[in-house]
């Protein structure tokens, strides 16, 4: 099995900054690329942004020059960098992985359970 555990979601006021963090372990042999989604309350899913465990990035363009996109390889973590927050960057954000596993054929893709971020006027 593998886990994605989120963490540094909360409030914060318009302007400010959060840090978000998505742990991956478990059967894990390779990472080949991690990423944030949002969901906004009566809206889908969208991608905020993503990486390749070799640092290719791509951000939706809503969240470019704001958030920034990293991955620790050796920690198989992903961080989501977020400045200059705005009430409509609220949402429920969640990590997404596209995980090898030890002994598995082909990769597969993981979800966390998603982390509150609240942004007041």
């Known amino acids: 099995q593998v886990q994605l555990v989120e963490s540094g979601g909360g409030l914060v006021q318009a302007g400010g900054s959060l840090r978000l963090s998505c742990a991956a372990s478990?059967?894990?042999?390779?990472?080949?690329?991690m990423a944030w989604y949002r969901q906004a309350p009566g809206k889908q899913r969208e991608l905020v942004a993503s990486?390749?465990?070799?640092?290719?990035?791509n951000y939706a363009d809503s969240m470019k020059g704001r958030f920034t996109i990293s991955m620790d390889n050796a920690k198989k973590t992903v961080y989501l960098q977020m400045n200059s927050l705005k009430t409509e960057d609220t949402a429920v954000y969640y990590c997404?992985?596209?995980?090898?596993?030890?002994?598995?054929?082909?990769?597969?893709?993981?979800w966390g359970q998603g982390t509150q971020v609240t942004v007041s006027s």
């Open positions: 997404n992985a596209d995980v090898v596993r030890f002994g598995g054929l082909g990769a597969y893709e993981y």
């Open positions: 478990g059967n894990i042999f390779s990472v080949n690329a």
């Open positions: 990486t390749s465990s070799r640092g290719s990035t």
